[in-house]
C-alpha cells in the first residue's frame, strides 16, 4: 500500500531535484514599519493577471492525484477565461468544494512523465477593508464562519490560549488587535528555508521563532482564534521580487462581517494574490495530493500583471 502524500503551499521552498531559479540566502524578507502592510491600497479599476502553472512529476506507477490549482470564480475576483493542458492526455474531473467554492482537479496519471498546465486570466477588483472595523461576538458570527474558532491539525490554539492574551490581551479589539498579531508574527519570527517541514505546526514555530510562509500564516491564524476571532489559511499565486516563483499563503481574519486579508511576510502585496483556495489550515489547502509515489519535476506557478 502506497502512502497519500500533499504538497502543501510552502511557499518560496523548491521541492526535491527541482532547479532552483536562484541563490538567495535563506534569510527573511526586509522589514517594513509596522501596520503598513495589510490594508490594501488604494486601487480604483479592476486589474487583470495572467496566470500561467506548471507541475510536471515523474510517476513510478499509475498515481492518483488531487490538485487545487484553479484560481477560485467569486467575491472580488473572476475568473475571464482558462485553460488546463495535460501531458499526456487523460481523463479529468474539476468538482467545487461545498462551503468554500474553491475548486479541485481530480486525475490518474499513467507510469511515466506526467505535465500539468493551468492558465488563466483573472481579474481583481479594488480591495478596501475598513481599518476600524470590529470583532464579531462569538454569538452573532454566521453557521458557516464558527468552525475557523475551532483548534486544528496546524493552529492549536487552545494550546497558545494563554500566550495570546498575554501577547495581545491590551490590545484594541478589531483591525487594530488582528494588525498587531501580524506586526508580531513578522518581527519575531525569522522566514528561513528549510526551518519546517509538512508536519511543522504554529505551536512549533511559536518555539522555533522560524518558518517560511505557511507558518507564519499558521501562528497568526493560531493568535486569532485563541482571541475569538475567526481565521483561516489562503493560499494562492503571488509576484515576488526574487525568484524561485511559488505558491503562497497568507491568512483572513473575519472582522465587521468580512474576509479580510492578511500577510505576516510582507513578502508579496495582498491585494495582488490571486487566491486559489482557503481553509481551516494546510491540510486543506495542498496544492498537490498524491495517493502514490512521484518525483516532482517541475513547479512554476508564474503571475504576471498585464493591464
Known sequence: MTANKTRTASPRTTPRNAPRASGRPPVRSAKRAPGTAAPARAASTPRHFRIDCTLGYELPQPTSFLFQVHAQHGRDQQVLAESLELT?????????????????????????????????????MPRHWDTQAAEVPVHELPDEVLHHLMATRYCESDLLCNAAHKIFGQHPPGYQRVQAIVDWVHDNIDYRLGSS???????????????????????????????NIPARLVVGYARFDDPPPDFHAVFEAYLGGEWMMFDPTRMSPVEDMVRIAAGRDAKDLAFSTIFGQANMLTMAPLIEQVD
Open 88 to 124: 499526456p492526455g487523460i481523463p479529468s474531473h474539476v468538482f467545487p468544494d461545498p462551503l468554500e467554492h474553491h475548486r479541485f482537479l481530480r486525475l490518474q496519471a499513467p507510469a511515466g512523465q506526467f505535465t500539468l498546465r493551468y492558465q488563466a486570466t483573472v481579474q481583481l
Open 197 to 227: 517541514n509538512a508536519t511543522t505546526t504554529a505551536c512549533d514555530v511559536f518555539r522555533n521563532r522560524a518558518g517560511v510562509c505557511r507558518d507564519f500564516a499558521h501562528l497568526a491564524v493560531t493568535f486569532c482564534r485563541a482571541l
